[in-house]
T-cell receptor, first 118, second 114 residues
């Protein structure tokens, strides 16, 4: 079935530095990528939607200059947390939309990245 | 606006018993899909079961079944013969028409007791 590889799975960074998270679709073309954020004991909150070759659409309250999303190819989308602060510590997870094969009924999740900013 | 409601923050079930996790949804769309995911402590989202709004039969996948009551806008997950490994967070989610993201409920933490 469809697989999305997300890296890194866990990262600790110093406050003020930037962190890049990658989501790569391994055997299908991800026409759309959704990025979610999850705080402890809470649900997944949509941060942004990105379509290959287009600018990402951010949800209300999400700073686009802080959370840079790039979807330059049909198999790779990246989320960069710029100038990270402790309040950015969270679990970040991507979900690829497979508009062609429809496996997992069209939504395949990465395994998530646990970001800790110290 | 589309909305998913899970009213049970936490549930306990005895091993080998069945358990029902509640989910109600709100949408004005005629075409939509309902999902259930399991999220263990590792964080990965494990797809369990899917029900399309036009599906006449309730979806089943092994020990998982979805009790779909369209008129009541409910899509409860039934887990039969619970196992200790079923202890996790469970999320109900909805896809509405078009190339849109899943909307998630707040989740239910299921604890299976030996």
């Amino acid at each position: 079935g469809a697989v999305v590889s997300q890296h890194p799975s866990r990262v600790i960074c110093k406050s003020g530095t930037s962190v890049k998270i990658e989501c790569r679709s391994l055997d299908f073309q991800a026409t759309t990528m959704f990025w979610y954020r999850q705080f402890p004991k809470q649900s997944l909150m949509l941060m942004a939607t990105s379509n290959e070759g287009s600018k990402a659409t951010y949800e209300q309250g999400v700073e686009k200059d802080k959370f840079l999303i790039n979807h330059a190819s049909l198999t790779l989308s990246t989320l960069t947390v710029t100038s990270a602060h402790p309040e950015d510590s969270s679990f970040y997870i991507c979900s690829a939309r497979d508009g062609i094969r429809g496996s997992n009924y069209g939504y395949t999740f990465g395994s998530g990245t646990r970001l800790t900013v110290v | 606006a589309q909305k998913i409601t899970q009213t049970q923050p936490g549930m306990f079930v005895q091993e080998k018993e069945a358990v029902t996790l509640d989910c109600t949804y709100d949408t004005s769309d005629q075409s939509y899909g309902l999902f259930w995911y399991k999220q263990p402590s590792s964080g990965e989202m494990i797809f369990l079961i899917y029900q399309g709004s036009y599906d006449e039969q309730n979806a089943t996948e092994g020990r998982y079944s979805l009790n779909f009551q369209k008129a009541r806008k409910s899509a409860n997950l039934v887990i039969s013969a619970s196992q200790l490994g079923d202890s996790a967070m469970y999320f109900c989610a909805m896809r509405y028409s078009g190339n849109t993201p899943l909307v998630f409920g707040k989740g239910t933490r299921l604890s299976v007791i030996a």
